[in-house]
């Protein structure tokens, strides 16, 4: 699924009529959480840490618009994981369905996706920024995943400052660049939308070659820009 912003509301929520499990509604299906207060708690929470991972991104933006009349991030996406998203993830980990466990063994729930043109110029500025912590960085922009999925992925850590207490929330920042999602966007339609039995033989393959083209032109382009706005300057 996209990046998109999913949100609940409290007539999503209905008890069990055969015990005191709470079954959270999502589309058609329902999942099972301890408690509907407890599921709204941990998801603003989320929602909190996205809208300040968010302002973050846009408040560099803006500084390198007035001081450098150029804007590094084309755009900025952000969503907090679906319950259906949760279970499924928990599941797959052979975990209890509980808001708790949810918490300590999933670090995306929370997300934020960036279109860059210098993925690595603001993952730098970005990291430098002292309420935020760095719990895990994973480059598959120099090692690309075995598909040729290229992408700055980083785990990190934020405060978020409620009334009465401060809460860290761990949260998924995902910086590429343009070109990077133009493949990633053709390969999740291929993995997830595609009836795989009817893929022409060695698609597999094309869509790694593309991969290794497109961020070749990436890179040209990218450096050809540095080379124009050099040249501006002299």
Request: net charge neutral; aromatic share 10%.
């Amino acid at each position: 699924t996209g990046l998109a912003a999913q949100r609940y509301c409290r007539s999503c929520f209905q008890k069990s009529n055969t015990d005191r499990t709470v079954l959270i509604m999502d589309k058609t299906q329902t999942i099972p959480f301890e408690s509907a207060q407890e599921f709204l708690v941990m998801r603003n929470l989320y929602e909190s840490a996205v809208k300040q991972l968010a302002l973050k991104f846009e408040i560099l933006n803006s500084e390198f618009n007035i001081q450098y009349s150029r804007n590094p991030i084309h755009h900025i996406e952000s969503r907090v994981k679906s319950a259906q998203s949760i279970l499924a993830k928990l599941t797959k980990k052979g975990m209890p369905f509980t808001i708790a466990t949810a918490k300590e063994n999933i670090n995306d729930i929370a997300g934020v996706r960036n279109y860059i043109d210098d993925v690595y110029r603001v993952a730098e500025i970005f990291e430098r920024q002292r309420d935020v912590e760095i719990l895990k960085k994973q480059d598959y922009i120099k090692e690309p995943n075995y598909n040729g999925y290229r992408s700055l992925h980083l785990d990190i850590r934020i405060p978020v400052y409620l009334s009465d207490r401060t809460e860290y929330v761990v949260a998924e920042i995902q910086l590429r660049t343009i070109a990077m999602d133009f493949w990633a966007s053709l390969e999740h339609d291929i993995r997830y939308k595609v009836d795989k039995t009817k893929l022409p033989e060695g698609i597999n393959e094309e869509m790694f070659d593309c991969a290794g083209k497109i961020a070749e032109i990436d890179r040209q382009m990218q450096d050809m820009y540095r080379r124009i706005k050099a040249a501006e300057k002299s």
